[in-house]
């Protein structure tokens, strides 16, 4: 596809359940960033990759968050034993290339919007 | 850490009018981005700004650089319906982080 495609796009899940959401990135692109957007609020900074490495892992919440990514495509972000202080919208973005001075243009996908009941 | 404050964190105005929103920071950032966010729809790049005192025009949307590449701002002439949305600004290096945006309404 042309674009960063994420999946599911609606996730509905019980208190305590695990669950995978899916990151699929512009091919060729090596930085992928994960946030989670709360209702009405800003973007918070979860995990960035460049290619299958995690250089900074600093946003994700608690140990029941984990991500990795797979021949430097594919993204995956678990959570496990979800709460429902974890009901938010989860982005996926990725870029060409990350970690000079400049900033390159992140591209996101719709996201997926993640709700504990 | 490096953080960026959004000012207003909300902006109701009439169509026509003009505005600014600002992005502020204490840290030195090497470049910043703007972006526009709709709703159920991811963000949008609308601009990067690299050099200090560098004012960028996107049509009714001027960017600006804080000479010393802590700040930023966005005006809007003439503001349209349209223009409704949420503005992020963003920085970083590898990470890219983001302001809380301006929640902005155009009245009709």
């Known amino acids: 596809g042309a674009g960063v495609s994420q999946s599911p796009s609606n996730k509905v899940t019980e208190k305590g359940k695990d669950v995978e959401l899916r990151c699929d990135p512009i091919?060729?692109?090596?930085?992928l960033y994960w946030y989670r957007q709360s209702l009405g609020q800003g973007l918070e900074f979860l995990i960035y990759f460049q290619g299958n490495s995690a250089p900074d892992k600093s946003g994700l919440p608690s140990d029941r968050f984990s991500a990795e990514r797979t021949g430097g495509s594919v993204s995956t972000l678990t959570i496990q034993r979800t709460q429902q202080e974890d009901s938010a919208v989860y982005l996926c973005?990725?870029?060409?290339?990350?970690?000079?001075?400049?900033?390159?243009?992140?591209?996101f996908g719709q996201g997926t919007r993640l709700t504990v009941v | 850490t490096q953080l960026l404050e959004q000012s207003p964190q909300f902006l109701s105005i009439q169509e026509g009018e003009n505005l600014t929103v600002y992005c502020n920071s204490s840290?030195?950032?090497?470049?910043l981005q703007w972006y526009r966010q709709e709703p159920g729809e991811g963000p949008v790049l609308l601009v990067t700004?690299?050099?200090?005192?560098e004012v960028k025009k996107l049509k009714r949307l001027t960017f600006q650089f804080g000479d010393a590449r802590k700040d930023s701002s966005l005006h809007i002439t003439a503001a349209q319906t349209g223009d409704t949305g949420l503005y992020l600004c963003?920085?970083?290096?590898?990470?890219?982080?983001f302001g809380k945006g301006t929640r902005l309404h155009i009245l009709p």
């Open positions: 840290s030195v950032f090497s470049s």
């Open positions: 700004v690299v050099t200090g005192g």
């Open positions: 091919s060729g692109h090596t930085a």
């Open positions: 973005a990725s870029s060409p290339r990350g970690g000079g001075l400049t900033i390159t243009e992140a591209f």
């Open positions: 963003a920085g970083g290096r590898g990470k890219i982080i």
